[in-house]
Every structure is written in C-alpha cells, then in structure tokens.
C-alpha cells in the first residue's frame, strides 16, 4: 500500500566500496554485509 517501483531511464549507477578491518570479520552484522553485497554483485554480474 502505498508503495510504486517506476523504472528509471537512464539507470543510475552506482559504486561501492566496503572496507573492514580484518578482526571486525568475526563480527556477525559485517560478515552478513558482506556476503549480502557479493551476493548481489555476482547476481548483478558485477563479481
């Protein structure tokens, strides 16, 4: 309700960068970020 997807021409592109540092890995919410975000990326074709 309330909500409407409208495609956008042109599609607005966007880069990120994700950096960590190596002992915030043991961290749940950044190991979850993180293979969310590369996840998406090959899904996207970007990896």
Do not use: K
């Not at 960068?17 to 996207?44: K, N, Q, S």
């Amino acid at each position: 309700d309330g909500v409407v997807a409208v495609r956008l021409d042109p599609v607005p592109e966007r880069r990120l960068y994700a950096l960590w540092r190596t002992e915030a890995a043991r961290r749940p919410a950044i190991t979850a970020a993180v293979d969310a975000l590369r996840t998406h990326g090959a899904a996207a074709g970007l990896a």
